[in-house]
């Protein structure tokens, strides 16, 4: 059994079959397959059930998933005890949720590898779900997310809260109001980010609060393909305000009754606070007060 075999183990579990496993390691399919049947073949049992493209663990799976956790976690740990005695030279594994990356860090990373050119940063964009289990399997160092993360084994450590906003086209009958009120276009066609995004839901709570029953008529993984959709008239959807640059043609008001979602990083409580990863919290602070 090879620690490699165990990474590519606990990804095929997280991604729930091998191709977009593979894909996430940066792997070919042929070659992820012959590393699990080897690690099968040593190990004497079959460690997954093939469902048709989706996988399912074994009993000896759900063992041995248990144990390779907490094996990766270990070397994560390791690998953080031997980065926290060099002088800043170090790799630091961060991982972002698609609706914070492109309107929060990537905009201001260049300031950060500009200020610490031996820090080598290394990203990853998934949904929180993910990046919480990357983050229990020691495959990355820490996270930015949307808070809470209710999770024992996780410290979270909020940045800043920010405001959702309605996003309606250009010549909406309400785009010249201050506040909107959600009952007022519930029997309009809302645009949502699909299952396993955390905006999606905030959207859903900010709805409830607002007592609007909105139905989804479009689902995407992408928050630009919204604003597309917003712009053309299709219909509206509620943002965060931090992606309010990237909507242009599209015309954001505030809500009347408040929303906000909360911002922070998290990582797990056992791993060592480096001092690499303790400039990029820093930073990460500094960033959040000109939000």
């Not at 005695?85 to 860090?105: D, K, Q, S």
């Not at 305000?241 to 909360?262: D, F, P, W």
Request: proline share 4%; hydrophobic share 40%; net charge positive.
């Amino acid at each position: 059994m090879e620690l490699h075999q165990l990474r590519y183990f606990c990804a095929i579990v997280r991604a729930g079959n091998f191709t977009r496993a593979a894909e996430q390691l940066g792997i070919a399919q042929p070659s992820l397959s012959q590393q699990i049947k080897r690690l099968e073949k040593d190990l004497g049992s079959p460690l997954f059930e093939r469902l048709g493209r989706s996988v399912r663990l074994t009993a000896a799976g759900e063992g041995l998933h248990t144990m390779a956790v907490g094996i990766l976690q270990q070397v994560a740990e390791a690998e953080s005890r031997i980065a926290a005695l060099n002088e800043g030279y170090a790799t630091l594994r961060i991982g972002v949720i698609p609706t914070i990356m492109p309107y929060f860090i990537a905009r201001t990373i260049g300031d950060f590898t500009r200020r610490f050119p031996r820090i080598n940063l290394q990203f990853r964009e998934e949904t929180t779900s993910q990046l919480i289990e990357a983050l229990q399997a020691g495959e990355i160092d820490l996270a930015v997310v949307r808070l809470p993360v209710p999770k024992a084994d996780i410290v979270c450590s909020e940045l800043f809260r920010e405001q959702l906003l309605v996003a309606l086209p250009p010549k909406h009958p309400l785009s010249g109001h201050s506040t909107v009120d959600l009952g007022e276009v519930r029997h309009e066609r809302l645009l949502l980010l699909k299952e396993g995004n955390c905006l999606r839901d905030d959207v859903m709570t900010t709805c409830a609060r607002a007592k609007a029953e909105l139905h989804s008529v479009f689902e995407t993984n992408q928050l630009e393909s919204i604003f597309e959709l917003v712009r053309s008239g299709f219909g509206l959807s509620v943002v965060p305000e931090m992606a309010a640059s990237n909507a242009a043609g599209c015309t954001l008001v505030h809500l009347q009754i408040k929303s906000y979602r909360r911002i922070g990083y998290i990582r797990a409580r056992r791993h060592l606070v480096s001092r690499p990863m303790r400039e990029f919290t820093s930073w990460l602070r500094s960033i959040a007060k000109q939000q």
